[in-house]
């Protein structure tokens, strides 16, 4: 398989996709933060400058995968989106809370600490922005993560149903 350079962000940071047995791009000419996935292992390395590293998130999370079809493109390929998003962790108790006034993608939400109830996922950039939950979910099982992979195009605020509210979010700026 040849090495695909699949996504090139406004920062410059690179995506590469190839096969364990490909030579990885040289580390010193690839913007540092850019991304190597391996396909045939499912590692996953990051440039540090000078050379690849396995990512720290691979080894403890491993590799989620996310896509469009690009029905654009002269094969019709796949866009895909590596996520090496932020985790915010949030202290909400029942109180709206802005994470992003940017469009941005969730990846995963988890609930901390036993939580009771639902946590709402609204599609806002200011709190009060939103009126309707894009997600709802139920996070009352402590600590087991919701995959959404779920776009927001305003920005996200995050809001609790119970008091002691706690989650964390793994979410991706557009």
């Known amino acids: ?18 096969l364990s047995t490909d030579t990885k791009p040289r580390a010193s000419i690839v913007p540092p933060g850019s991304t190597f996935w391996e396909s045939d ?17 691979q080894v403890s999370l491993g590799t989620a995968l996310a896509g469009e079809r690009n029905r654009n493109s002269p094969a019709a390929s796949w866009l895909l989106a590596i996520p090496h998003g932020n985790v915010t962790r949030l202290d909400i108790d029942t109180t709206e809370t802005l994470v992003s006034s940017l469009p941005c993608i969730v990846l995963t939400v988890t609930g901390n600490d036993g939580n009771v109830g639902y946590t709402d996922l609204i599609d806002a950039n200011v709190i009060g ?46």
């Open 1 to 18: 398989m040849a090495i695909q350079k699949i996504q090139v962000f406004d920062s410059g940071v690179h995506m590469y996709v190839g």
């Open 129 to 174: 922005g939103g009126s309707t939950p894009k997600y709802r979910i139920n996070c009352g099982d402590g600590v087991n993560p919701h995959v959404i992979m779920g776009r927001f195009e305003n920005g996200l605020t995050v809001d609790g149903e119970s008091a002691g509210h706690d989650v964390t979010v793994c979410w991706w700026p557009l």
């Open 41 to 57: 292992t499912d590692a996953m390395y990051k440039n540090a400058g000078n050379s690849w590293v396995l990512s720290n998130l």
